[in-house]
């Protein structure tokens, strides 16, 4: 079974969600993350129903809540960037 899988919401390019299958670093099995950056590029947010848009948390690499802060470019879908990141995340606290 997938640890984790990740979906581009609808047609918006900048939304995407990412569940947990399985207990890992990414979350508890059930979790489901929701990320948004603006139309265009900018900073990649966590978002949630008390939290839309720009009013959610800034997002770093490798999808944690510390450090750098990852930015979204534009010239692909969201979804990418964060599938690249859960990977790097899993492979940077396998590591530690």
Same mark, same amino acid.
């Given at each position: 079974?997938?640890?984790?899988?990740?979906?581009? *919401?609808?047609?918006?390019?900048?939304?995407?969600? #990412?569940?947990?299958? !399985?207990?890992?670093? =990414?979350?508890?099995? @059930?979790?489901?993350?929701?990320?948004?950056?603006?139309?265009?590029?900018?900073?990649?947010? *966590?978002?949630?129903?008390?939290?839309?848009?720009? #009013?959610?948390?800034? !997002?770093?690499?490798? =999808?944690?809540?510390? @450090?750098?802060?990852?930015?979204?470019?534009?010239?692909?879908?969201?979804?990418?960037?964060?599938?690249?990141?859960?990977?790097?995340?899993?492979?940077?606290?396998?590591?530690?």
């Amino acid at each position: 079974m997938k640890r984790y899988t990740t979906k581009q *919401e609808g047609w918006r390019e900048n939304e995407c969600t #990412l569940t947990v299958h !399985v207990d890992c670093e =990414l979350g508890e099995a @059930g979790t489901v993350r929701r990320y948004w950056a603006p139309d265009g590029g900018g900073y990649v947010r *966590e978002i949630d129903d008390q939290r839309p848009g720009i #009013l959610g948390r800034q !997002v770093c690499y490798d =999808l944690d809540r510390s @450090g750098d802060t990852l930015w979204w470019h534009g010239s692909e879908p969201i979804v990418d960037l964060i599938r690249r990141e859960a990977r790097a995340a899993l492979r940077r606290r396998a590591s530690d």
